[in-house]
């Protein structure tokens, strides 16, 4: 997915150094966090490998575009990294990220777009805009700037788990750990996101076409 967006950059490692860190890819990650919390800063870059994509696809769900979900994604990290001595050990690692990497997506769309939703031009093209039924009233571009203006309209929370459920194919369980919820609750907002994406698209190109896109 191109260049690491955070990279802190360590010293170059010795041999047995070297082959020490090759064992923590077996670790847990409140293993590593808690070698990162010892001054270890290769034990954050494998949290960071293994949570970089993902993060950045969370991210985007929200906010829309991908560069700024990039963005975003290298905030949470330094965020995560500057309060790393105030992490509860207690606690699952991957809660307490994705908590922190929300918190910095809604604040970006919140200042960038007050008061309006996050744009998801770049989500569009990914989007099932296939034709389907035998009465077409719209071409397939005008088909996906209106997917684009349906999801920019629903709230951030509804639009951000039919983004992560229909686009990028996340389980229901996967998604709660990333917007901690339950999966009851994941599978509540996508049922309600469904209907509220369908009841604009039937209002715009009727209720044959709109009663196939989700």
């Known amino acids: 997915m191109g260049a690491p967006a955070f990279r802190l950059v360590p010293p170059v490692a010795e041999p047995n150094q070297a082959e020490a860190q090759g064992a923590w890819d077996n670790l847990s990650d409140e293993e590593l966090f808690a070698l990162t919390v010892e001054g270890e800063r290769e034990a954050f870059h494998l949290l960071v490998d293994r949570y970089e994509a993902k993060a950045v696809h969370t991210a985007r769900s929200i906010v829309g575009s991908y560069e700024t979900a990039r963005e975003v994604a290298q905030e ?36 960038t777009a007050p008061g309006t939703p996050g744009g998801t031009v770049e989500l569009v093209g990914d989007w099932n805009t296939q034709d389907a039924g035998p009465v077409h009233t719209a071409s397939a571009t005008e088909r996906k700037e209106l997917v684009r203006r349906i999801l920019d309209a629903l709230p951030h929370q509804f639009r951000e788990v039919l983004i992560l ?20 609750t994941v599978r509540w907002r996508l049922h ?23």
């Open 192 to 214: 309600h996101a469904r209907k509220l994406f369908r009841d604009h698209w039937e209002r715009t190109l009727g209720r044959e076409d709109g009663g196939e896109v989700l």
């Open 76 to 111: 949470a990290f330094l965020k995560v990294y500057a309060a790393r001595d105030r992490f509860d050990p207690k606690r699952k690692f991957s809660t307490w990220f994705y908590r922190i990497l929300r918190n910095q997506a809604v604040d970006r769309l919140r200042r």
């Open 165 to 184: 459920r229909d686009l990028q194919s996340l389980s229901c369980a996967d998604i709660g750990e990333r917007v901690g919820a339950t999966p009851g």
